[in-house]
């Protein structure tokens, strides 16, 4: 008998230990959910904050309004960012998984960012050539509207901030962190991952017409691809936050 043979030893380890450290295909796509949601809460409770210090009615209309002031909407995307990490950090304790291996918070080489970055910028070019070409605007009007009337109210710091760093790990961290690990263990594998996380990042930005969330899934695909090849989420999210710092700072300072 094996359990009488030295050579054979019993299998001692617990049923526990012999499971995998990372979410499936399902189990990414329902924390996936959960975690949206927490930045989605995030994100609005920073609105009934700011209600509630001004004295506002609890109403629609009331968080309308102040909803749509540029520094409103800067706390509240910083606000999603802690609500992120929170729902993340859950979901892979629950797997006994290290925080820092499961979403590959690992910097990246010299070499990696400069590839990175070039691939990023070739890809802007070519969307600002097409703008041109089309007599588009290189950014959305809303997006224009939105940053320039933030820095005549003083607020051109505290935008910069949600949108160049709070937002960049936010994105980052739900769609080639917690997203791309899992699914890439899954049955659809790198390139499935990559496509399926960028469409749900995509998906995220659906206050831009169909022309800008073509831009955003190119970018997005890039970003996966980088997130694969270097094994590194700091990489996407340091390039997602350039991506962002130059458009906030073209736009508020320099756009016409």
Not at 228 to 254: D, E, F, K, Q
Request: glycine share 8%; proline share 5%.
């Amino acid at each position: 008998m094996d359990s009488l043979n030295p050579d054979h030893p019993p299998i001692t380890a617990a049923p526990a230990d012999l499971a995998p450290r990372v979410w499936m295909f399902w189990g990414t796509a329902l924390w996936g959910v959960f975690i949206f949601v927490a930045m989605f809460v995030g994100q609005i409770g920073a609105v009934f904050l700011l209600a509630a210090q001004r004295g506002l009615p609890m109403d629609l209309s009331s968080l309308q309004l102040i909803g749509r002031e540029p520094q409103t909407l800067a706390l509240s995307v910083i606000m999603g960012l802690p609500a992120t990490l929170l729902a993340v950090w859950l979901a892979i304790r629950i797997k006994k998984a290290s925080f820092v291996d499961y979403l590959a918070l690992y910097w990246p080489t010299w070499k990696q960012l400069l590839f990175g970055a070039v691939g990023l910028i070739l890809i802007v070019l070519v969307w600002e050539t097409m703008s041109r070409a089309l007599g588009r605007e290189a950014t959305p009007g809303f997006m224009t509207d939105l940053l320039k009337s933030g820095r005549d109210k003083g607020a051109a710091l505290l935008l910069l901030f949600a949108f160049s760093v709070a937002a960049p790990m936010s994105e980052e961290i739900l769609a080639r962190g917690f997203l791309y690990r899992g699914w890439s263990a899954s049955f659809l594998r790198l390139p499935g991952a990559i496509l399926l996380s960028s469409l749900i990042w995509t998906v995220v930005h659906l206050q831009y017409d169909l022309y800008f969330l073509t831009e955003v899934l190119a970018i997005g695909l890039w970003f996966g691809y980088m997130r694969y090849r270097s094994g590194s989420l700091w990489l996407t999210i340091v390039l997602h936050a350039l991506n962002n710092l130059t458009a906030v700072v073209l736009t508020m300072w320099l756009g016409s």
